[in-house]
């Protein structure tokens, strides 16, 4: 059974960090693509990032150069490390998978299937 949880969500401050982890089971992260979306309250679900299955990452341009993925292939979990918050990074984060696990990123949530519940995130003063 495919699973993904989210956890590491909390109040940061403005400039602070955080990070996210996604523990999967019913696969590896070896072998598979993993997407993080957030949403905001009222908003549709916003792709972050995604890392491959060949570790390369990409990320979105609201978050380059601040938020890293990364794996721990024994845990069996990615780790979303988020930098220099900012208020407008606010939000659910989600990570998710697509049906197969051989099939690569996409910025588009409805590609997705397979979600975790999600962790929250606020940034704020």
């Known amino acids: 059974q495919v699973q993904l949880v989210e956890s590491g969500g909390d109040l940061a401050q403005p400039g602070g960090s955080l990070r996210l982890s996604c523990a999967v089971s019913?696969?590896?992260?070896?072998?598979?693509?993993i997407g993080w979306f957030r949403q905001a309250p009222g908003q549709g679900r916003e792709w972050v990032a995604c890392?491959?299955?060949?570790?390369?990452?990409s990320y979105s341009d609201s978050v380059q150069g601040r938020f890293t993925l990364s794996r721990d292939s024994a845990k069996n979990t990615v780790y979303l490390q988020m930098n220099n918050l900012k208020p407008e990074d606010s939000g659910i984060y989600h990570c998710?998978?697509?049906?197969?696990?051989?099939?690569?990123?996409?910025?588009?949530?409805?590609?997705?299937?397979?979600w975790g519940q999600g962790t929250q995130v606020t940034v704020s003063s």
């Open positions: 019913g696969f590896t992260v070896d072998d598979s693509a």
């Open positions: 998710a998978r697509r049906r197969l696990t051989g099939w690569g990123c996409n910025i588009r949530a409805t590609e997705y299937v397979y």
């Open positions: 890392t491959r299955s060949t570790g390369a990452a």
